[in-house]
């Protein structure tokens, strides 16, 4: 049996930031736990040097720290060998990546990029500019009724044109668990590449790059309790040394002539600048803190949550859920509207009952068309929230009812 | 809830019991403003005899504080010379910008005070009062035209 309430106290800001903080918007960002703070700080004042660019101890050990840090990363979504993970800024950064240095190499006029209906805009403006560059095309996987995946209606997807798929493992409003896995095995028979945007299942449930067999997967590290400013891109060996750097400068070069040059070995051609040390060793501390817990755990703690505030809103009367719907699948998302009430509002009068949620398009503006609204409430879920954090989030929208509901 | 809630009643007020909103077919000009980021739509639109601001009305969909602060608009400067109209505009969005008191909110405006502490929702508090900006612009060009 997990102590959720000790894991609860692991994460400095429940005790030591404003107070009451019911905080139901780990979607957005996840709170950090003491270690991951610790081990930050630590890096800064005990181990701190430049990496892969000096001789003494200092600058070795931070060579060190940052390549151990690549080695549990990619131990933790079970990744082949280290150097398949690319560090970046983000998430967003990853797809950048492989929009601009590899699908813009390889991209011909009359092809097709296939993106979902339900993609965040960072999943989804990379290849919408990629395509127009290159006179490709933009197709949609559309969705059904519950907000899943509708893949009898995406008709062409793993045919002759489609040259590569991206789509989000769990979406970012809906709390929808996409069939990644079925994706995957109808795009290998026609050698399609597959990029996964994990940002929102990465440290979240298990997830395995060798199991799934996809070629891309991204994802960052603050929604998964590490620090901001640092995520990855895993590749495939063959995937990543079709891609071409964006970034020149500073540690991604073997030689340097007035007239040409030649990168250096992957993934260092891809980390031009000095690396984000401190960040990659949060970030690993955070993939060991949750991999120490259990993601499977973490996974379940999480749905049961989402569910329980599903059955509640469901009982309120007047609010609109989203998503999937009860006996189906879901994450540990769930946005919702009250008739009537602007989102803002709702996420407003959350606010000054110590309840973050999220309200707005969430960065998914053709998904909010499919769903016909311009804007959600959404709240979502981790390991450290807890029936409380529910119970506050209904007063909170019982109060929202009653101050501008109808009178 | 806390003493600091936006939520006040002379809020809740125009929120529940919007002043001047609906058609806006008689109007002279009629100028829209949005917000994508949040789905907000307001139309506002001016009647103007000899200089001064006759009827003021709007229309749209919103936030409360989007709609609340159009109503109220709508209420305190209906009967304005085009010039004060201007001033209690700015007034408004000076008082947003700053930090300090150097800028007196007029009283008027008071229940939009709170807003200021929400960054993110001034642009809500602010939507009607540009899009009437614009209308003023528009019909003072007009003028200018000697166009009708």
Not at chain 1, 105 to 130: K, T
Not at chain 1, 150 to 156: A, M, Q, R, V
Not at chain 1, 314 to 328: A, D, E, N, R
Request: proline share 5%.
């Amino acid at each position: 049996m997990v102590d959720f309430a000790a894991l609860r106290a692991d994460f400095p800001i429940f005790a030591t930031g404003q107070q009451p903080l019911h905080y139901l918007d780990s979607a957005a960002s996840a709170q950090k736990p003491a270690c991951v703070i610790e081990s930050i700080s630590q890096c800064y004042n005990h181990d701190y040097g430049p990496v892969h660019r000096g001789l003494y101890p200092l600058a070795e050990s931070a060579s060190e720290h940052y390549e151990a840090s690549r080695r549990t990363i990619a131990h933790f979504i079970n990744a082949a060998r280290p150097e398949q993970i690319v560090f970046t800024r983000s998430a967003t950064e990853s797809i950048n990546l492989v929009a601009q240095g590899w699908a813009a190499q390889y991209l011909q006029p009359g092809d097709e990029i296939w993106v979902s209906q339900m993609e965040h805009h960072s999943n989804f403006l990379p290849w919408q500019r990629v395509c127009r560059k290159r006179d490709a095309r933009l197709r949609i996987i559309p969705l059904d009724g519950e907000g899943l995946i509708d893949l009898e209606k995406s008709k062409g997807l793993f045919g002759k044109k489609s040259r590569l798929i991206a789509v989000t493992q769990v979406s970012n409003v809906l709390g929808t668990i996409n069939p990644i896995r079925e994706i995957i095995a109808g795009a290998k028979q026609r050698n399609i590449p597959v990029l996964v945007d994990a940002a929102q299942s990465v440290g979240h449930m298990p997830v395995d790059v060798q199991d799934l067999d996809c070629d891309f997967l991204v994802a960052s590290a603050h929604k998964m309790c590490g620090p901001t400013g640092i995520g990855f891109l895993y590749g495939k060996s063959d995937r990543l040394a079709e891609t071409e750097p964006l970034l020149l400068g500073g540690g991604m070069v073997d030689e340097v002539d007035i007239a040409s040059s030649s990168w250096a070995e992957i993934p260092a051609r891809f980390e031009a600048g000095s690396p984000n040390l401190a960040g990659a060793v949060g970030f690993a501390t955070a993939a060991n803190y949750l991999h120490g817990i259990g993601l499977p755990v973490i996974e379940q703690r999480v749905k049961d949550l989402a569910l329980l505030t599903y059955e509640h809103l469901s009982s309120v009367g007047g609010i609109q859920l989203y998503g999937p719907g009860p006996g189906l699948d879901r994450s540990g998302i769930l946005s919702f509207n009250v008739d009537g009430i602007h989102p803002h509002d709702i996420a407003h009068i959350a606010a000054e009952h110590g309840v973050a949620i999220r309200a707005g398009h969430h960065c998914c503006q053709p998904l909010m068309q499919h769903l016909g609204v311009s804007s959600t409430a959404r709240a979502s879920f981790n390991l450290y929230n807890n029936e409380r954090d529910i119970a506050a989030l209904l007063a909170a929208i019982l109060d929202a009812k009653r101050i501008l509901g109808h009178r | 809830m806390s003493n600091e809630s936006v939520y006040k009643e002379v809020l809740l007020d125009h929120f529940h019991n919007p002043r001047n909103k609906g058609e806006l077919d008689a109007m002279d000009t009629v100028r829209r403003g949005s917000n994508p980021r949040c789905g907000d739509e307001i139309e506002v639109g001016i009647a103007c005899d000899n200089g001064v601001l006759e009827t003021v009305r709007f229309r749209g969909r919103g936030c409360s504080i989007c709609l609340a602060s159009a109503s109220m608009m709508t209420e305190y400067t209906s009967g304005l010379k085009l010039r004060q109209a201007r001033q209690l505009i700015a007034n408004l969005q000076q008082w947003f910008s700053s930090s300090d008191d150097a800028v007196a909110l007029n009283e008027n405006l008071a229940a939009l005070s709170t807003i200021r502490q929400h960054p993110a929702r001034i642009k809500c508090a602010l939507l009607a009062w540009q899009a009437l900006a614009e209308t003023l612009d528009e019909s003072e060009d007009r003028n200018k035209t000697g166009n009708p």
